[in-house]
């Protein structure tokens, strides 16, 4: 089933199951869904990579926001967003661990032939590449400065 299938018919399970902050933020991921389906240059079809993406998209806008509203001591506004966060990443591919992403980013140095922190944008263009949707660009970008400073 497509992703888009799946969110509707999730949709109607929170709706049925009356819960509220599952709904909001499967009602807020078909709406960014059906934007990109109809956004100028689409052709109407969402596959699952694109569906992906967006997900991964309102997950870090989400933890940004909840990021800023406990700096301002809304503990409250914060809970919600990462409640809404929890809900997007049921649907993404499940995030690899520090050790895995160490290991990926070793193996794409040896491969490009990086020897110093000035391979950094080769390593990056592979890197993001092969890990897009597996972990954070952040997280590949510091793992890669941190190997790449360390040889």
């Known amino acids: 089933m497509a992703l888009f299938e799946q969110i509707n018919d999730?949709?109607?399970?929170?709706?049925?199951?009356?819960?509220?902050?599952?709904?909001?933020?499967?009602?807020?991921?078909?709406?960014?869904?059906?934007?990109?389906?109809t956004a100028k240059g689409g052709n109407g079809d969402l596959t699952?990579?694109?569906a992906i993406k967006i997900l991964q998209k309102m997950a870090k806008q989400g933890k940004d926001a909840a990021?800023?509203?406990?700096?301002?001591?809304?503990?409250?506004?914060?809970?919600?967003?990462?409640?809404?966060?929890?809900v997007y990443e049921r649907y993404l591919p499940e995030q690899m661990s520090d050790e895995e992403l160490e290991k990926a980013v070793r193996e794409i140095i040896a491969q490009v032939g990086a020897t110093s922190l000035q391979d950094m944008g080769k390593v990056m263009g592979v890197a993001t590449k092969q890990l897009a949707g597996k972990?954070?660009?952040?997280?590949?970008?510091?793992?890669?400065?941190?190997?790449?400073?360390s040889l």
Do not use: H
Not at 14 to 20: G, V, W
Not at 67 to 86: C, G, T
């Open 10 to 37: 999730d949709i109607k399970k929170a709706m049925l199951s009356r819960d509220k902050v599952a709904l909001e933020a499967l009602r807020g991921i078909k709406k960014e869904f059906l934007e990109a389906k």
């Open 48 to 50: 699952d990579d694109a």
């Open 135 to 149: 972990t954070e660009g952040r997280l590949i970008m510091e793992k890669v400065k941190s190997i790449l400073s």
């Open 67 to 86: 990021a800023i509203f406990k700096e301002q001591n809304r503990e409250d506004l914060a809970q919600e967003y990462l409640s809404q966060v929890a």
